[in-house]
């Protein structure tokens, strides 16, 4: 069902792959709320994703460009103002990579030099998008950004490494420039939290499929789908939603408030007693 919360409004789409991704799911629900918008990603990404078939399916027009780089955000915001007719009403980042996490590097023995490279591609280009669309005035004044985040901002997932920490950073940015803003333009600038997601970028994670079993058994709505991330994404850019600013926007199914549930407890009795049977654990371990 559309509702047209977007009809007239322009924006950018950064970091859709492919047919899985919350970006490609989001562009394409905006577009059946009567956006139009341009789409963005690099150019090693747009050469192994199917970005062309969705900017067919949507009528927008797709421009590469790095995210870390100034100079290419520039031309992002310059050339979309151009194609779409005026300033960007909103903005999608849903862009995130970890080496270190790809490496299978632990948190105890990360690269810095890998850490600082997923700090800018995963954060830094959240600033420097932001940076970079208020110094040429590119956003129209009660615009709508996001940014896709993570629970592990705020706590400690095994083997979510470094990424924890960039989260953390992605969100204190949001923050910080959703005070500057709102106060000069009444613009909007939020995280969304989103549950284990099934993605292709999240199906080269070791144990995800692990995370996403527990947190679907913990969470009283289950996880949230890429569809319905993207059914949020559309009434935060909407007007719907003018004074919410400045918030990590937990969208998991309740996982973020949960400590314990049946469901998570039972399957832990099942596994404890199978360990105990096999003489793996003992109650003094």
């Not at 047209?4 to 970091?15: A, S, T, V, W, Y």
Request: contains cysteine.
């Amino acid at each position: 069902m559309t509702y047209n919360l977007l009809k007239g409004k322009r924006g950018i789409i950064f970091g859709a792959l492919d047919h899985m991704s919350i970006a490609w799911k989001t562009a394409e629900r905006c577009h059946e709320e009567g956006a139009i918008f341009t789409l963005s990603n690099t150019p090693l990404a747009m050469r192994f994703g199917e970005i062309n078939d969705l900017a067919e399916k949507t009528g927008s027009q797709i421009i590469p460009a790095d995210a870390t780089s100034v100079e290419e955000l520039e031309e992002v915001f310059s050339k979309s103002m151009e194609i779409l007719g005026g300033k960007i009403d909103f903005v999608l980042h849903s862009i995130g990579m970890s080496l270190n996490v790809r490496k299978g590097l632990l948190y105890d023995n990360l690269n810095y030099d890998y850490f600082l490279k997923d700090i800018d591609i995963s954060a830094l280009s959240f600033h420097k998008m932001l940076q970079v669309a208020r110094k040429m005035d590119a956003i129209s004044e009660g615009g709508s950004v996001l940014a896709l985040s993570y629970v592990a901002a705020q706590r400690t997932f095994f083997r979510y490494n470094d990424m924890a920490d960039v989260k953390a950073i992605l969100e204190s940015i949001a923050r910080s420039f959703g005070y500057i803003y709102g106060r000069d333009k009444k613009i909007r600038i939020n995280t969304i939290s989103q549950s284990p997601t099934i993605t292709t970028a999240g199906k080269g994670i070791k144990g995800m499929d692990s995370l996403f079993d527990f947190t679907e058994r913990m969470s009283p709505l289950g996880n949230a789908t890429a569809e319905e991330c993207a059914d949020y994404c559309v009434v935060m850019f909407s007007d719907l939603t003018k004074k919410v600013t400045m918030q990590n926007l937990y969208h998991d199914g309740g996982f973020s408030s949960m400590g314990m549930s049946y469901k998570a407890m039972k399957m832990y009795n099942k596994s404890l007693d199978q360990a105990i049977a096999d003489g793996e654990f003992t109650f003094e371990d």
